[in-house]
């Protein structure tokens, strides 16, 4: 029976099954795929997960450790709150480069919201992430980049509903790329409430790709 490989880690095997995921989508992600990706045979993967869905459910709490971890290496990166709340989303959006990744990443959150278990952990997710964008928003009004009549909690909301939308709509219009649209949309919320009005940067994503 197949061991665990030296230096084979868990999150080696659950980055290579997203990035099989985003290619063919939840209905197609097998043990044998992410086992071919990674150089290992299926009953190694069997061995550590038991099954598809194991997989599923570890990939998924991955996913929740890893939105939790990000916002504070983004902040250690960027010389703003606000500059590390744009890093955020590009990062966030990074594995859904082309609109059949998009969906595919959609159907997965399809998936989690039918099913108890998985819609525990996208839930944690999406608490993570409110709580990464509400953070670095209230640092954004402390070091004077937001108004201090800025409420916070609506906008908080609003970036996530709008970025959220976006992504949406530029997989049905597929103009520009995801990341400089959710850029864009970021960009024209939080405008009325810098402290220092600014223009939003230009409409790239009306470019044709």
Sequence with gaps: MAGRP??????????????????VGPSGLTLAAVARRVGLVPGTLVQRFGSKRGLILALADQSVRDVEALPDRV??????????LAALFTQWMAPMITPETFAHHLAFLCADLTDPDLHERAL???????????????????????????DV???????????????LT?????????????????????????????????PHHLETT
């Design 170 to 202: 530029w997989a049905l219009d597929r103009r520009g790329t995801l990341d400089r649209r959710v850029r864009h949309g970021l960009d024209t919320v939080l405008a009325p409430h810098l402290a220092t009005p600014r223009r939003p940067e230009p």
């Design 6 to 23: 030296r230096g084979m880690e868990d999150a080696v095997i659950l980055r290579a099954a997203a990035e099989v995921m985003g290619q």
């Design 124 to 150: 944690a997710v999406h608490r993570a992430q409110r709580r990464a964008v509400g953070t670095l928003l209230e640092e954004a009004v402390s070091a004077g980049e937001l108004a201090a009549t800025t």
């Design 75 to 84: 902040r250690d990166e960027q010389g703003s709150a606000l500059g590390a």
């Design 153 to 167: 909690e609506e906008l908080t909301a609003t970036v996530l509903a709008v970025t959220s939308g976006t992504g």
